[in-house]
């Protein structure tokens, strides 16, 4: 998916819609909590770029500053100084909906009979609108278009401890969430009944974390615990950490792009190795399609790790094709309509020197439009690749996902509506192959009945509102 | 009032809790409303520096931009090229409640069941609290911590058409509002039963216009109406203008330090002008408190329309004796410990040919803490003034007010801690005198039944809960 | 001048290319010279809101800090406490040319055989353009369009001591400067043989300062000693201060718009009280050009001493008629095409219930164009006003000038073009009268030889080169 | 050297004082000139972070932007759309001297006895103290600390045409310089006589390019040329393009650093691939040092395709082992005291599923000061790693260069200060190895005479001023 969309717009190429979470309670309060959170959130980034957020909590109040834009452009030394408490959580979000709106920034902080509440939420509720609609019958408004809001006011309402109110509030939630609550005491993580969204526990000396990944962990010093399970809620106060399992017959279903592009490779998601999965994507990529060819190239940076699984595979040599620049920022400026024709040279450049003359293997993760892999084969061809063979790391995407993919439309996927034949003449690729979503599963090393693969095959895991029986309630 | 408070913090020395509200309704959609909006709330400035905002409708949905700063630090020709529509409102806040964050911004946007709705008040609720509380236990949480969430949620929450539903709420508040409200399709202006917060209804062409002041009419050439009423609710929409008299049976309260301070004098406030007032003020308080003095001089810019008038009484001339620095803004910077003894001349400075060997008249509009008086009063002193006789045009402040003013404590205030006597000491003035309640409420042409002077005289028009029966439903 | 021009740019509408200078050498090095810089450029901010700079010397080195915009946006609490030494100099700058560029900002700091200097110069070189040519030829390049880097090229070529490379290069500097200089352990003020712009020297403890108006002095709590006498050098160094007459025979030439418009009231300049002088200015209008009239107002602000005076001498009440916005700033939106008949009315407001049914004077201190004077009558008889008698402080201005006031060319000034009647008329007055120059010359109180008024008389001081005989060398 | 400097400043963790040139001359001026400048400045972006800065020239004047930051921090739309013109040069630079200051930033724009002109400046003049004291002593001042000012007052002083003038100025120059000078008219590129610093010549239709890197032209669509030669002269006008040997009896001095970290790998430097000659680098580092191993690893981001080489030559797997964050920008915040040990976890994480239980070959491009090897052989001795054998692909950094490399002192580097079995020691490596001087020569497949290499041999290719005769004009 690497170059695919949001040429100009990030930092990042990703089209979806996604976010990571992070929070930590030191009973102590000793370690100076929003500064780890700052750097947690900075391993997250790769999760979101759109804003930031960071709400400490000092046992009586909570404070929170949050902006549009990468962490290090949201917080200054002065803000990070002035944030004290002995609990906190940070979100990053992107989003490709156009709300780029600060009032649309998590976490979320709001006031309700039992004190205050943030709530800092990664993925997407099927039932948010229906929610949303009869609160709103009740007498409820809303002040941002995001989920949490709905959850916010469903916790409110509960009965009894925040405990028991976010319970009942699981009970109602339809989607995806991995959510850390933090209220004016107690840390809170839960994962809704699939897992669609990763969540991990992790320790800091005395202090508990959760974050979406590992490698939040890794950045500042903690280790690792485990992942927390589908429907399960973390409770974390001064005195333990407890566990309760809200939902006991789960059926998991985690979301596969996790592994194919989302997660960043030094996580461990479900027990599995991100990276690891890659490379032996890529390995089974080879085995499916092999390609007689002289050189397996990446496209930076999502298809490296697979092309290199696939040039151990296939025996053929790993090299590098295209080079990257890696300065791209969010103000970057689209060519004027003269100069137009750049397209994705501003961004990769063919290496003549090692690809001139050669049959390539060019591995990307996936294909979402074909636009840009079109542009990349093109330019290899002009820097004189000999033959140029496409492989992806991942099946056609021929389905929208409701749960964090932002493929708003069936039109714009080029799976959805080409054959791979036809596809592989649009790119003007000399072949083009996909890993199957099997040799996909397979990569992973988990078992088959992990996974939510809809926007494969169609078959998503959670019935979706309005869609009728589209989407069934089975694993494909 | 002038440099009594907030030496560095602002524009203007202001010490109240004060905003400023506008709302244009435009049928045939031809005039640039979010310019014309953003012209009158420059001209409504100087009741709110903190935060300002604009709202839009453009008959299907409520965009909104706000931000922290003056009106022209908040808005780029660029934002203002983006808002689009037929019905606009727009807010300038202030606040001394150190809570300046931008999520207390307004105008407050929230959507509902029947649509969206933008909310823009100026007031304070006595009762926000319990409502806020009530609602809480109905399992509705809070994100600000302004008075218009209170308000939104209300209106939210009543039956039938949106007119009914801000009926229902307004029986429920309790305190001051001038608040105006603007729905996917239409533009309502209502005035708490007591009017004590000022509301004007004005005309441009075809379209209506609602306004805090009269001379935010006059900045974008439109026509004073009249002043919406006590208790009156205004509905403008694309068809008709209503009137609707919540409250029949209303016993006016007007805030009487809109005349002493808030209002611009270039106003008309329920039919008086508020310059013509000051300069009364001005005469009546060289009745009242005569001085044997050479020059009148007034503290700017409060105090200069007062001093007119006493000198005009007293047959005294009238002189400027003191020089304000115009370009003080937000992000001046306090003196270090070295030079802290600098105090009051980074803002005002003696003219000495002017006040050397004269016996003076310093007339100012009021007096909070009295530390800046000293000063200044010092400073002409050393300037060579040979007597200052210090004349206020307004009572001593005894009581807190719970409408606007934020003299939190009464700790804070000279006024109601000490005589006459005893801060004339305090202040070093050779004589001092406060101009009567009486004679204050005479400067203004209006019937004393009019005002609330609560925090002249501790009689508030309306129970403030928790105070018990301090504050009488009674005029003074 | 008030409201002539720059409607929309700034805080200030002046029409002139002015610029403010302050230095401060504290030998014992205890004081907290950068922030008192910082209050004294503030005290001086009238003269300048397009830049602002402040360098300090530690004896060793000259560090400098300079930006865009007025003094407490382009100074951080973090840059003031970054500046540390025992010298300091700062400069504010106003600019119509349009070279609103940050590479123009003063103060100008260079490096060169004897070491460092910083140069902070108020005026305007009328042989800028051949000295830099002459340098030029012999291999000099220049960055700056500014004429502090002719004279720091010209100090750099001196022989000897700095006190000597200054004085060779006063010399050869023709035009008006009030230039303060700082080297790595000197201080040196100087003014130029005609004494065209201000420049006074103070004390402060054991420290002297330097600043183009006295009113700096009482900002940081200094005592105004002198003058700085034309052609004369100040040093001041560790041990001493000194002075040098560089020229003995001086024709003293200070520009009369100091008195008209630059300088604030509450300085003293060349023993004269700018305040003073305007108030008798009013005066003698008023006995010079009388009106029967029921109302004396001025245009705030620069007009209102003015109309004190007149109001005064000619026995007709004075009042205010006009309210003028305090918030307008550096970034203030321009009123778009469908609005632009606002024009004056976003600045100044009449003051309906004031002049309803009066016979008005209304004095200014100028008149430029003459198109905001016009709006100001519409405005006033548009609030009902039955006459307006336009009374101007000053005399036409008929010539530009070249030390300063920025009206560039002959075409735009009214007064260069037109008779006094047939101004009236363009402005739609019920009758003009200006004030003659005899008057203002009078009102400061100083003999006629003291001043330059060629804007008024087409006499100039100073031989200007490529206008031939057209200025001549003597006074009107 | 990734990682070993600059951890936190900024996107990159270059340690040396480097500088991107790009200039383009369209006759037709049909071309949107300032952005394909922009684009080719972000092309350039690893050659400077710090500021970066574009002018044009228009026919008559030069036009300038320039600012602090990366370029599409500097450049907004609007800015972009101001600058018009026929000619335009830019510059990206980057400083580790502790001058951030703007008045540094290039290109330098001055105006002089021909006219005006730009320059921009990749390099450094060893003598330009001694032109800068020479030329003082003539009466000359200086603004800035960079060598640009030097060379333009050095043409200012030249006889005749533009082209004498550079030609005479190129006699002085004594260092490194890759020079693009704009002129009203005329767009000139030079390089110096021992060619230390790349420059090269494209073209685009009908419009000549100059750039530091081939990398540019790819991104722009712009086919290049050949190099500059060095001491060659190209000058460029609206009918032609001429090349002028400058010095003709030149011994080339290509700095071999270029190689190893600072050119793009899809440059082409004098002839040579850079990133084949990092690839071939580490095939000979492998036979070099051979090492009994699982798994061969590179420090991202620049010792990645020299590891590649390494694996295969050695025929030892080449995987990833260490991730890095692709976020960290120049406001990144450090961390406090309390969490200080994080150190390089914040910019790298160990793959622990790739490398647990594995001898790893980890390879890096450099070591300057050893800290941050140290860090990352622990990292991933924690994560599980059997043995961690380092390989550097050049030879130990023995001497300070003054051509570019920011190794200012000898005590920091630790190459000048221990041994290689030392250096083991400190990093605590299982083993280390160098690629020798020969080695990396023969890398690049250009002839040994080509180069300096005196950071490693200390052998420099120019005599440095006050270093006697330890610099001696000879090839190692």
């Known amino acids: 998916m690497a170059g695919e969309a949001g040429m100009y717009n990030g930092l990042d190429d990703k089209m979806h819609e996604e976010c ?25 980034q790769h999760r979101g770029q759109e804003s930031a957020g960071i709400a400490v909590s000092d046992g009586e109040k909570i404070n929170v500053h949050k902006g549009m834009g990468l962490v290090p452009e949201v917080f200054s030394k002065e803000v990070l100084d002035s944030l004290k408490g002995k609990i906190a959580v940070g979100h990053v979000r992107y989003s490709t909906t156009g709300s780029t709106n600060i009032v649309n920034a998590m976490p979320l ?10 709530l800092c939420h990664n993925g997407n509720l099927v039932n948010a609108f229906e929610l949303r609609k009869e609160m709103e019958q009740q007498g409820t408004v809303f002040q941002t278009t995001i989920d949490s809001e709905v959850i916010a006011n469903l916790i409110a309402r509960g009965s009894n401890g925040i405990e028991e109110a976010v319970t009942q509030a699981m009970y109602r939630l339809k989607g995806s969430y991995a959510l850390i609550i933090m209220t004016d005491d107690k840390l809170i993580g839960l994962r809704d009944p699939k897992g669609i969204r990763p969540l991990s526990l992790g320790k800091l000396d005395g202090a508990y974390v959760l974050a979406s990944e590992s490698c939040a962990f890794d950045t500042i010093g903690a280790d690792f615990i485990r992942d927390v399970e589908p429907g399960e809620m973390i409770v974390i106060d001064e005195n333990k950490i407890e566990s309760k399992k809200v939902f006991n017959d789960v059926e998991k279903a985690l979301c596969i792009f996790e592994f194919v592009y989302f997660a ?45 699984g696939f040039a151990e595979e296939s025996g053929i040599p790993f090299g590098i094709g295209l080079i990257k620049n890696r300065y791209i920022g969010r103000t970057f400026i689209q060519p004027s309509q003269v100069i137009r024709q750049l397209g994705v040279k501003l961004k990769l450049n063919a290496l003549k020197s090692a690809v001139k003359g050669k049959r390539l293997v060019m591995v990307d ?7 840009t892999s079109g542009q990349i084969v093109q330019m290899l ?20 996902c409701y749960f964090g993919i932002d493929t708003s439309t069936r039109k714009e996927l080029i799976g959805a509506q080409y054959s791979v034949e036809e596809i592989c003449k ?4 000399d072949s083009l192959g996909y890993l199957s979503l099997e040799g996909l ?12 693969a809809g926007c494969f095959c169609g078959k998503y895991c959670i019935e979706v509102p309005g869609e009728g029986d589209k989407y069934l309630f089975e694993k494909c």
Do not use: N, Q
């Open 20 to 44: 990571g979470v992070f929070g930590i309670y030191d009973p102590e309060g000793k370690k100076d909590l929003v500064r780890l959170t700052y750097y947690a959130l900075y391993a997250l």
């Open 109 to 118: 902080v709001v006031r309700y009979r039992k004190g205050s509440m943030a």
């Open 264 to 308: 960043r490779p030094d996580s461990i998601i479900d027990g599995s190795s991100v990276h690891m999965a890659r490379l032996e994507a890529g390995r089974i990529l080879a085995r499916e399609h092999p390609a007689d060819a002289d050189l397996v190239i990446g496209v930076p940076d999502s298809g490296t790790v697979a092309a290199m």
């Open 365 to 371: 993760d996936s294909i979402v439009r074909g636009t």
């Open 381 to 400: 061809k002009d820097a004189g690749a000999a033959e140029v063979h496409v492989r992806v790391s991942s099946p056609p995407i021929t389905h929208s």
């Open 426 to 429: 649009h790119i003007k690729a």
């Open 441 to 452: 599963i397979k990569s992973t090393g988990l078992p088959r009945e992990t996974f939510c």
